[in-house]
C-alpha cells in the first residue's frame, strides 16, 4: 500500500499505522506479515514521487479474493478503523510470486 499522511499529520499517521492499523490488518484472515517503509531521500531517479510511505503485507491463503473481502468488511468499521490523518489518496496492488525468494550469497 503506498501512502501519505495528511498535511501536518505525520507524527499521528505514524503512529496509527505503525501501532494500529497494521495490528488490525494481521487479524484478517490470510495476513500474516507486515512491513512499514518510508521514502529514503536518495533515489535513482530525479523526478519526486507522490508516495513518501510503502506498507508490504504477506498473505498465505486459498482463496484471494476471500481474503480482500474480509478486509473490505472490516475497513473503516471498529475492527479496523481508519485515522484521519491518512491522505484519502493512495494506491494498494496485490502482487502474486513468480518464483523463489533470491538471496545474497555471503
Given at each position: 500500500?503506498?501512502?501519505?499522511?495528511?498535511?501536518?499529520?505525520?507524527?499521528?499517521?505514524?503512529?496509527?499505522?505503525?501501532?494500529?492499523?497494521?495490528n488490525d490488518a494481521l487479524r484478517v484472515p490470510g495476513f500474516v506479515?507486515?512491513?512499514?517503509?518510508?521514502?529514503?531521500?536518495?533515489?535513482?531517479?530525479?523526478?519526486?514521487?507522490?508516495?513518501?510511505?510503502?506498507?508490504?503485507?504477506?498473505?498465505?491463503?486459498?482463496?484471494?479474493?476471500?481474503?480482500?473481502?474480509?478486509?473490505?468488511?472490516?475497513?473503516?468499521?471498529?475492527?479496523?478503523?481508519?485515522?484521519?490523518?491518512?491522505?484519502?489518496?493512495?494506491?494498494?496492488?496485490?502482487?502474486?510470486?513468480?518464483?523463489?525468494?533470491?538471496?545474497?550469497?555471503?
Amino acid at each position: 500500500m503506498l501512502t501519505n499522511p495528511v498535511e501536518g499529520k505525520e507524527e499521528e499517521f505514524n503512529d496509527w499505522y505503525t501501532n494500529t492499523h497494521v495490528n488490525d490488518a494481521l487479524r484478517v484472515p490470510g495476513f500474516v506479515s507486515a512491513q512499514r517503509f518510508k521514502l529514503a531521500p536518495a533515489q535513482r531517479a530525479a523526478a519526486p514521487s507522490p508516495w513518501g510511505y510503502l506498507a508490504i503485507y504477506g498473505l498465505e491463503i486459498d482463496n484471494l479474493q476471500e481474503s480482500i473481502d474480509a478486509l473490505a468488511a472490516r475497513y473503516n468499521t471498529p475492527e479496523m478503523v481508519i485515522s484521519e490523518a491518512l491522505h484519502p489518496q493512495r494506491l494498494g496492488l496485490l502482487f502474486e510470486a513468480m518464483g523463489p525468494r533470491v538471496e545474497a550469497k555471503v
